[in-house]
């Protein structure tokens, strides 16, 4: 199938996904419920078309989407939008995350429709099996993580207090006390998750360069992202940072993680750069 | 009893402050090391940096932070971590000894804490039955998962005592991890060996084209013998193409310890010794005979290919011993025409290779000369130059690191401890019917190693139900 296929199934999907963001942001502004239920069940629609495109790529270039700049943003878009559609389902008090989490997805993918979209075709070096697993819990991870954030940013929106319909919505959701432990078992199992992504990648890493770890610039801040949510763990759990604090460290959290993700293979002439800017 | 100095010192090591403030600055300095170029101090990007950055490398420079991941500052907060980290692991292993052994018992302390200050109590008079009211509680407690004991008046529930040991194992695997990874860096030894098509190569110092090792390597080169009996140019697989892959064997003593095609991702493992592909080229064996037909001298040269082209090399010049009878003489070669139609060569009939000579040291280098293979050239009235033959070598990089096995069982044991740790919480919920002078009430306390609040929400829940009553009394 055609490059202008896929294309236009991904902007398909972008519009649909504006579509939702523009239903969470106004249910939840003007506290109609209803319409953040019909935000949740357009990105579950929008997911359709994505998950299309990237299927005819995939056949098409003979691997996952992990490759360029287009192929990982828009899969990191793809999986936040998938997480936003599970947690309203586990959760349906939780849907009204997707009012933080879908307006994030749009601009990764609204990012990742203005790059080279090139085949890209994957050598010998990516022709692995831990590539598949270390890929997989990186996405795993940054789910969980950009979910503990929106939760965090949710707690410190109600603890601001106020009343008005945007309250009148946050009420909805679980209890200050069960909204701050959901944040910390989504930062935790965030972590475990990273921590099998970089363990994976230094087996990997052993396997295709004959040495596990080699202070790489994205290994090291791959390193200092784990160091960041191991160090909020140790906040809360053995100084009893709870609530506000641990919120707050969530929140600045996040941004380590996607500048890791994102930012470090185009600033950095790594050997591990090739993924974001293409071989 | 530890002397009032040590337990200072260990006090001071399992402080929680410092464990963050170690966590914070191994974050920041993994950033520096990141921002400030690393390599030697004579490297062209230190230089750069060290003069358009002269005030912050009057910093970097006197604390090595251009070699940032080896530098004393460095090695002496992991050393730090090393201390801290296993000072946490002992206080984290007491207290999970502690609370398990705590769980397990049923105490007459339990008892007594639940009859006299209990965290919550609901009354069990609704119903008609007290009795019911604490079956129904141990009923709803078993619902949540909940392993059951006690006695006629109490009901005490636990869960995931295991999991109390998550913590202290995993700050256990990072201390070993840490140390098995510094002793594995000590002695490891990491080079670049050339394996000519058909010929043994042993794992021994000279036989390295370079090798860097760790400071306690001490010489510990394996002797395995290693040998490459073929190399294709492109291994395919599907439709991946892995590049060139030569099948490699590793001997000890004759007996065949491995053998595997090499390229990405499929590595040689024999003992110790890790080897993967690198590149391959043609290596040429030049011969230096007599009028007589004695041989005077042989050498195999291994060439780099030329980037410019895939069939040829560049010239390169190297010294070639005659005997102790005669000088030495230079000898440039640079290899044409190298097997371009074959897709997998050993002895291509077709490889050609300009040939100069010069006596050692002079640089005055004679007219080039084209030889085919099996073609010589006179160095003098009774001596020629032979080009024998033009086969492909693989150059190999060879790792000897005894500690990535253990380290890849750390890895896992950290990993698996970690997620037990945060993500499997020991729980306990202990219900006690207490009679008083106001009627019957359960008494009710909960623990939640998380200190999850939903916890204690649905206990009381379930034991609200079996009294039949809506709210706290």
Known sequence: MSLTVEIALVWSAVFIYAASTVLFAVGTVFGRDRLVGFGVALAAVGIVPHAVAFAIRWVRVGHAPFLGFYEVVSAYAFATVVTTVLVAWWRPQLR???????????????????????????????????????????????????VAFALAVVFLLRAKGGGGKLANVLDKLPSQDAVDDLSYRFAAVGLVFQTVMIVSGAIWANESWGRYWGWDPIETWSLVTWLVYSGYLHFRLTMGWRGKKSAWLLVGALPVMIFTLLVVPIVYNSIHGAYLRGL | MLPPAISTVLRALRSRQLAVSLIGFFAVYGVVGTIIPQGPPDSTPVRTWAVAYPLAESVAGPLALHTAFASPLFLAFAGLLVACTSACAIERTRRALMLARGMRELSARLDERLRDRPQVRISATAGDDPAAALEGARSGLQGLRLRLRGHERLSDGISGTWALFGSPLFHWSIVALMLVAAAGQAMRSEGSIGLPVGDRVADERANYLQVSEGPYFGERFTGVELIATDIVRHFKVGDVDYGAAPIVAAYRDGVK???????????????????????FGPAATLAVDSASGGEIARDTILLDRSPDTSSGTAPNEFSLGMGPASPAIDVRIQVIAYSDAADRSTTPAVSRAIIETATAGSGAYGPPVTLAVGESLPLSRDARLLLLGVKDWARVSVTNDWSVAPIYVLFCTATLALAVAVLVPARRASVMLVETDSGWFLHVATWHSRGDPMFRERVLRVVREAAGVREDS
């Open chain 1, 96 to 146: 009204s995350l997707g009012t933080v989490l879908m307006p994030l997805s749009l601009l990764a993918l609204g990012a990742s429709m203005l790059a080279d979209k090139t085949d890209e075709v994957a050598g010998g070096m990516l022709s692995s099996w831990w590539l598949t697993v270390h890929v997989t819990f990186a996405k795993l991870s940054y789910s969980s993580f950009i």
């Open chain 2, 257 to 279: 310890l491995a053998e595997g095609r090499l390229h990405p991702n499929s590595p040689l493992r024999a003992g110790s010794l890790l080897v993967h592909m690198a590149d």
